[in-house]
């Protein structure tokens, strides 16, 4: 079968639109046509894999490429169950060039295998953004109220706030609307700022689209289930209800969900209060665990939400139902940890108000959760005053005497005021070049290095990412692109040449779901049956497998990795390494060996482990071009 992808290309600033093809001979899916036409057009891409619609679980992500203010090269973010209704279009990816003089709402329609229409339309955003539900959420429903009567069928909106207009780290949010009413289970393309990009590169703060085309998906489930039964004498479904137990609920655990799931198990890794707890002992990180994560935070979620069982999905069709909600909250892990324990947050009321804020100001919450507890951290140890910050209050981080209820709301409520300092620009916030080059200018002035109290991960002159919350080695690794799971993250302890390689591997992996447009949540079939479904659809099976392996290549091929900067980094790897001896009885003589190092001069020690793992991600993904 020939198979190609359609893509809209969309000139922003004239509205003038057209379509290109594009074959199987060089490209399969959203990630590697997305960076190629980011290349060649300066574009922001949203795209779809070719199995959109289909009867494959998890295949109808959203990915959305190009070049992330954020991080400063190339990145691919993406969000849950947006493709379902994107593949309605009948095409593959929209390309966004150009930028539209005044800030506007892209409409896409397509009825009855008609051509796609294309409207820019101007609107004033910031009155929209300051109204009724406020920010991502009022623009939500006021383009579904100007826009919603024109599509015959549900139509799906993208939409930025207030921080794609005045950071770097701002997110795309996506709810579905199912029979005319927008849900609650709010999606994000979060990570990589590309909000940003889409608002200060593109002029378009939103994009509504849908359409009645019924394209030639697959759709034989017999078929399927005859694949699945020949690789695991189970059904489609069987398998697949196998693989998502985590996030749908844990028997085991009596839990579910990643916020569930890794609460429940973290133990003395729990990171909090600006990653400090890596300088506790264990058993002051177990006590915090039991007393404030388990006896109260993850207490209230299983309670609220596990026990009254509410869940959903992202938009598409899904057994996994990973969506964990109570009421209008949705509780995801990373969200919850960087705007919960790293802010010094143990209670549900309160991360629901941080959390609620800063989505709906359109911050990727992760990013946005790892420059809070910084700024906490700096008011706290009194290197920057309330003043400085724009803000009434210094944060209650004393573990003596905590109060989990009190406490927490009064963190949460400094975390709402500096949201909101950071978009008004109080004091000497000012993020608008990011939060990397912006603490190079104020620790100059200052005369000390306030980014060694910040966790992140710096690439090219300014670009700079929060790592993913997990206390390991692999979320600070070299990688052309972080913040994401091109890495291992593991938590055993692995040699740095030996993780470089199995990043690069991990890598491989992840774009083989991602190029095919497909959720990680079903790795555990879709890693290895996509390529063979390919190959039994398409007869392409080999040729998808190298083109993962070149895509891997050709982004590594862009990477500047850029040594830690950051002191707290290099204590964050160093103290890893010591609660793996110490507290796991790791019995590798390797282990010892780089403790000594890191005990006589741990920059240098830290040095060279960060250029191991380089070399080690360099020799995987150095050969396939």
């Known amino acids: 079968m020939d198979m190609f992808q359609r893509v809209l290309l969309v000139d922003a600033a004239r509205g003038f639109y057209k379509t290109k093809k594009y074959g199987f001979d060089r490209y399969f899916g959203p990630v590697d046509l997305g960076i190629h036409l980011a290349e060649e057009y300066q574009s922001l891409n949203f795209g779809v894999g070719v199995f959109a619609g289909s009867v494959l679980p998890g295949s109808n992500r959203l990915f959305v490429t190009g070049f992330s203010p954020c991080w400063q090269g190339y990145y691919i973010s993406s969000m849950g169950g947006a493709g379902l209704v994107f593949d309605n279009l009948g095409i593959n990816m929209l390309s966004l060039v150009g930028k539209a003089p005044v800030p506007s709402v892209l409409c896409l329609n397509r009825n009855h295998g008609e051509e796609i229409e294309v409207e820019v339309v101007p609107i004033d955003v910031q009155e929209i953004w300051e109204s009724g539900r406020t920010g991502v959420y009022s623009l939500t429903d006021r383009v579904y109220e100007m826009f919603g009567g024109r599509y015959e069928n549900d139509p799906r909106i993208l939409a930025t706030g207030p921080a794609a207009l005045q950071t770097d780290m701002g997110g795309i949010m996506s709810v579905p609307i199912t029979g005319g009413k927008i849900s609650h289970v709010d999606t994000w393309a979060g990570r990589g700022g590309f909000g940003s990009a889409m608002v200060q590169d593109h002029g378009i703060v939103a994009i509504i689209y849908g359409g009645t085309l019924v394209d030639e998906d697959f759709r034989d489930r017999k078929v399927a289930d005859d694949w699945f039964q020949n690789k695991y004498s189970l059904r489609l479904t069987q398998k697949d209800l196998e693989v998502t137990g985590k996030y749908r609920y844990d028997e085991k655990l009596q839990t579910g969900g990643t916020f569930g799931v890794n609460y429940t198990n973290v133990g003395g890794k729990i990171l909090a209060f600006n990653y400090r707890t890596i300088f506790w002992s264990e058993e002051e990180r177990q006590n915090l665990h039991q007393n404030l994560v388990v006896g109260h935070y993850l207490k209230q979620f299983n309670e609220e939400t596990i026990q009254t069982r509410q869940q959903a999905t992202c938009g598409e069709p899904c057994v996994a139902v990973c969506k964990k909600m109570n009421g209008i909250y949705k509780k995801d892990y990373e969200p919850y940890q960087t705007l ?125 990412m929060v790592p993913n919350q997990y206390w390991v ?153």
């Open 473 to 625: 080695s692999g979320v600070l690794a070299p990688m052309a692109i972080t913040g994401k799971y091109y890495m291992i993250y593991s938590y055993d302890f692995i040699p740095p040449r030996t993780l470089g390689r199995m990043c690069a591997e991990r890598m491989k992996k992840e774009l083989i779901l991602d190029n095919l447009g497909t959720c990680r949540f079903h790795r555990g079939w879709a890693e290895e049956m996509l390529p063979e479904i390919i190959g039994s659809l398409y007869g392409r099976q080999e040729q998808f497998l190298r083109s993962c392996d070149v895509l891997a290549s050709r982004i590594n091929s862009g990477n500047s990795p850029i040594f830690w900067e950051s002191e707290r980094n290099i204590d964050f790897l160093h103290t890893f390494l010591r609660r793996k001896k110490e507290t796991d009885q790791e019995p590798d003589p390797r282990l010892v060996e780089w403790l000594d190092k890191f005990d006589r001069d741990k920059v240098e020690a830290a040095r060279e482990f960060w250029y191991q793992t380089l070399t080690g991600i360099d020799e995987s993904l150095r050969d396939f071009f």
């Open 340 to 464: 919960g324990p790293l802010c010094g947050i143990f209670d549900q009321r309160a991360a629901e108000k941080l959390n609620r804020h800063c989505d709906a100001l359109g911050f990727d919450a992760i990013s946005g959760g790892g420059v809070l507890a910084w700024l906490m951290d700096l008011l706290d140890e009194k290197v920057l005053t309330p003043e400085e910050l724009g803000v009434t209050r210094l944060p209650r981080w004393q573990m003596a005497g905590f109060e989990v209820a009190s406490d927490s709301m009064h963190n949460a409520e400094l975390g709402c005021e500096l949201l909101d300092a950071i978009l008004e620009r109080r004091g000497i916030l000012d993020f608008r070049e990011g939060v990397r080059k912006w603490s190079q200018i104020q620790s100059a002035a200052k005369g000390t290095a306030l980014h060694d109290r910040l966790v992140y991960v710096a690439f090219n002159r300014r670009g700079w």
